[in-house]
């Protein structure tokens, strides 16, 4: 033990007192880490503020892409279902549509009467398009009656109310449908599930209330 304190004692007295280097005072820079930290943070907010554009322009341009699917959808059940022949060009129906009031709705029934005057109205119906089945068998409703007289009626002439069933119109409609590229396989029930909520709100639509289509009474002169 006492030797190897002797030897440890001799390599210490070894070592010139002039070569062991000063101890270097440790400064920290408050200020110059503060920089740093606040430059850090400036670079992470930027970053952060950089990343919720991109969501926000990628929300918009998702938006953008539903809106023109839906154009091009619409597009393309116009051009790529029935092509109308020359005499179809020239041919329309010979009636006053959307139909106004229900001396008009018998009035069409008549037309239709002739078979020529259905094929007129399903080939000029068939063009309304729509993106699906729903879609384009409401866009039928509305092509043909305003809400004031789809206020007065109903699928089976319940109540007060007029039956649409049983019509040559509702026939040509759902004809019309057919000839559609999205309705090509439609159901008979399905389309009329889409007439029935039609007819069924159509009251609200025409007037905001559910009230149905009022008519004046009718005035005689001279009395």
């Known amino acids: 033990m006492h030797s190897l304190a002797e030897h440890v004692s001799g390599r210490t ?7 062991i280097p000063p101890r270097k005072e440790v400064n920290f820079d ?6 740093t930290y606040n430059t850090g943070e400036r670079d992470i907010s930027t970053e952060t503020a950089g990343q919720r554009k991109i969501i926000s322009l990628l929300v918009e341009i998702k ?10 959808r619409d597009l393309q059940a116009r051009l790529q279902g029935h ?7 020239v041919e329309s129906p010979d009636m006053d549509l959307p139909l106004k009031t229900l001396e008009q709705l018998d009035e069409t029934e008549r037309l239709l009467e002739d078979p020529a005057a259905q094929r007129r109205m399903v080939s000029h119906l068939s063009r309304m398009g729509g993106a ?5 068998a409401r866009r039928l409703m509305q092509a043909v009656l305003s809400f004031a007289v789809g206020s007065e009626l109903n699928w089976v002439g319940r ?20 000839r559609t590229p999205v309705g090509k396989e439609a159901t008979h029930h399905q389309y009329a ?17 559910g009230r149905r289509y009022y008519r004046p009474p009718t005035e005689f002169p001279g009395l």
């Open 159 to 178: 109540g007060q109310k007029r039956g649409f069933r049983n019509t040559r119109l509702q026939g040509v409609l759902f004809r019309a449908l057919k």
């Open 30 to 35: 408050v200020e110059s880490l503060t920089s």
């Open 193 to 209: 599930d889409v007439v029935k909520k039609w007819l069924r709100f159509a009251p609200f639509r025409q007037g905001g209330s």
């Open 83 to 89: 092509v109308p022949q020359e005499e179809d060009e």
């Open 63 to 72: 938006e953008e892409q539903r809106r023109q699917w839906a154009v091009l």
């Open 132 to 136: 699906t089945v729903d879609d384009a």
């Open 13 to 19: 007295e070894e070592i010139p007192k002039g070569d």
